[in-house]
């Protein structure tokens, strides 16, 4: 069975410092993707990044970045020039690839409570 | 706007009642989920449904009922058989069950008493 840990429960940074948030995960697929959600005190998901198992590329959204090491089963989070709206908790999510079939879900960490400090 | 809505935003039950928790869609998407969060858990599966008139159940759907009767609508109905239903509850939407992003609504509050 797949899982997602996040090893820090919390963490803090001060306004326009960068800061990275660590993921492991443990799979025996080969094709999968995985996610980072940000859920700011209004609790909506909010989707921030997405990366797919095949492509070495990591992914980049504007001041968020990902270090993608599929060997090693990680995949952080670096956020950059922090902004106090930065302040949320984020979770680390997996999802097998398309050729495991319909039948997948996303796979949850436990999340990381970040706060951006002015 | 395209979205998801969930209403009300926080809602308070008397124990051994029924409640029902909206989410609508104008996404078009196909396939829409009901996720359960609890303090210090992760997001865990409620129901999900991939095409209107069928629905599957999720990692923790005893206590739960949903329909599908059209595309846009998915309501959950939390039973009086669900035993700790206070919770977070939020609903989600992707283009069909093979996508892999799902978009989430704002979330409900259910409390309990």
Known sequence: AQTVTQSQPEMSVQEAETVTLSCTYDTSENNYYLFWYKQPPSRQMILVIRQEAYKQQNATENRFSVNFQKAAKSFSLKISDSQLGDTAMYFCAFMKGRNAGNNRKLIWGLGTSLAVNP | ?113
């Open chain 2, 1 to 113: 706007d395209g979205g998801i809505t969930q209403s009300p935003k926080y809602l308070f039950r008397k124990e051994g009642q029924n409640v029902t928790l909206s989410c609508e869609q104008n996404l078009n998407h196909d396939a829409m989920y009901w996720y359960r969060q609890d303090p210090g858990q992760g997001l865990r599966l409620i129901y999900y449904s991939q095409i209107v008139n069928d629905f599957q159940k999720g990692d923790i759907a005893e206590g739960y009922s949903v329909s599908r009767e059209k595309k846009e609508s998915f309501p959950l109905t939390v039973t009086s058989a669900q035993k700790n239903p206070t919770a977070f509850y939020l609903c989600a939407s992707s283009i069909d069950r093979g996508s892999s992003e799902q978009y989430f609504g704002p979330g409900t509050r259910l409390t309990v008493t």
